[in-house]
């Protein structure tokens, strides 16, 4: 790890409090005397528990939702590992800021607000309004062939999550959502899940965006080929130097993003197995970003279930999705909207006047 990412995170991870436990014990004997049979509200309770064990005497104040979607482009597509070009990301882009993409309909529908950075896309964009413009390069390099990034780059993005993190803190937000775009990403995360979750590349790499036998059959080859290069049999690296050399700019910036906002007591909801990427990286570098994390969702991608397990995180959702930009996060919003409105504001069995089980 090179010394400015080391000055960087340090400074973060020192400022990274655990999840209180005090409270979540005082969640769990509220939530026992809300007037239900006990344990009756399931997953929704444990939700509750977790955002009073994050926002502590803040937990009964309103929610302040946001989604940041965080795009990069790949050099790795130049061997052919995506049904999509390339430029797909671009134009992706322009459509987000057109109100045009799935992230756009859900994010209105659930009053989150929407952020889309470029960190990374190989394309000029002048004079867009609405886009958050923090490119560092026009895409990595093809990391079949060399790192990803070298550690300026990286160094470069993952101050770049940190400080759009702070900027969320400024602004009040208290739940976000963690989305990206980026063509051939789905190739970076299953060599960040292999080598992290030490399992054969072909448990952790689907087809994508839908490629057929034959490209599924090559992108494996090439994904086997860049793990084999970068970390040969026996070594252990550190998490950083994985994002380094098999990462995107994007994954590196929701990785700073990830551990900004724990730093800053900011529940997060990693989205597909993309972000979910970035929030296994964030856990290696510091484990106590583990008790902000939630899983908006179960992805078709197999890396995702792996890198769950890998986090120890219970999907909130399983929809059979695999579209990225942060929608199956901002789809679980209203999940935990809903627990703490019934944490919040369900009577107790004293003040109901209702009588409690008797065995």
């Keep these: 790890m090179s010394a400015s990412n080391q000055l960087i995170l340090s400074h973060v991870r020192s400022a990274i409090a655990p999840t209180s ?42 929610l302040q939702k946001s989604v940041y979607v965080f795009a990069a482009d790949h ?29 756009n309909v859900l994010a209105k529908l659930h009053h989150v607000e929407l952020n889309v950075i470029d960190v990374g896309v190989d394309a000029d964009f002048h004079g867009i309004d609405g886009l958050l413009n923090h490119k560092i390069r026009k895409g990595t390099r093809n990391m079949l062939r060399e790192p990803a990034m070298d550690d300026e780059e990286l160094a470069q993005a993952l101050e770049i999550g940190i400080k759009l993190a702070a900027g969320a803190k400024a602004k009040g937000q208290n739940l976000v959502a963690v989305g990206e775009m980026g063509i051939g990403n789905t190739s970076a995360a299953s060599a960040i899940t292999s080598v992290l979750a030490q399992t054969p590349v072909v448990h952790v790499s689907g087809r ?87 899983a908006g969702h179960q992805s078709e991608e197999p890396g995702h279930r792996v890198l769950l397990e890998y986090l120890d995180l219970k999907p909130i959702l399983s929809l059979s999705m695999r579209l990225g930009e942060g929608t199956g996060a901002v789809l679980a919003m209203p999940i935990i909207e809903s627990a703490m409105a019934l944490y919040n504001q369900m009577a107790t069995f004293a003040s109901a006047g209702v009588s409690e089980a008797t065995a």
Aim: a negative charge.
């Design 208 to 294: 994508g965006t839908g490629l057929d036998s034959a490209a599924y059959a090559h992108k494996l080859r090439v994904i086997e080929a860049i793990v084999h290069k970068h970390f040969p049999a026996g070594t252990t690296p550190e998490p950083l130097d994985v994002l380094r050399r098999v990462g995107g700019l994007e994954i590196a910036a929701m990785t700073g993003f990830i551990l900004g906002a724990a730093r800053y007591g900011i529940a997060i909801i990693a989205d597909g197995f993309i972000s979910t990427a970035a929030a296994a990286i964030a856990f290696s570098v510091e484990p106590r970003v583990r008790g902000y994390l939630f």
């Design 75 to 103: 050099g790795v597509t130049a061997e052919g590992v995506s049904a999509y070009p390339s430029e797909v990301t671009r134009q992706m882009v322009l459509n987000f800021l057109a109100h045009g993409a799935a992230i």
């Design 21 to 62: 436990e005090q409270w979540l014990a005082r969640a769990r004997a509220h939530l026992d005397v809300l007037t239900k049979p006990l344990g009756s509200l399931g997953v929704l309770e444990d939700l509750a528990a977790q955002m009073v064990s994050i926002r502590q005497d803040d937990f009964a104040g309103p």
